[in-house]
């Protein structure tokens, strides 16, 4: 019997903490998945490790991107990472972070994601809201729960 909730997949995820909390639960969701994610990285460093991976022939397939959730990213920078990337399809996660970047970041992720049509963005914030119990204390780290699903919502995406 095939597990409808598994999918393969040759994407590279770039993120942070809370990405790399959830790293187990994506690699079980979409088998084949790079995940590159590391505590406290700011935007810039994301979108320069994502433009590696798609310039130096690394990202055979599909890109995911987190944005946000440890300090604000420009319009300006996202729109230029996602240019970087090409015409594969990219995956841009929002933010959940109670911290005051929050709402201008996800603002921006969306503007940037409706001028693309490779680009998908998955509202982590508006699906994640309603779930407090996905979180630990610090109301943006996963639990087992919000691990499963941050990684379905990825896979849904792809």
């Known amino acids: 019997v095939v597990d409808p909730s598994v999918t393969p997949t040759n994407a590279v995820a770039v993120g942070d903490s809370v990405m790399l909390g959830a790293s187990g639960a994506m690699h079980q969701v979409m088998p084949g998945i790079r995940v590159d994610a590391k505590v406290s990285r700011q935007f810039n460093d994301l979108a320069d490790a994502a433009t590696w991976y798609a310039t130096s022939g690394n990202m055979p397939g599909a890109a995911v991107v987190q944005v946000g959730n440890n300090g604000v990213a420009t319009e ?83």
């Open 76 to 158: 300006e920078r996202i729109e230029t990472m996602v240019e970087s990337l090409g015409d594969r399809r990219v995956v841009l996660v929002n933010a959940k972070v109670e911290r005051p970047w929050e709402a201008i970041s996800n603002e921006r992720t969306a503007r940037v994601a409706d001028r693309h049509d490779n680009v998908v963005l998955v509202d982590w914030y508006s699906m994640a809201s309603s779930h407090p119990d996905w979180f630990v204390a610090d109301g943006t780290h996963l639990r087992s729960a919000g691990q499963l699903a941050f990684a379905r919502a990825i896979a849904d995406a792809l």
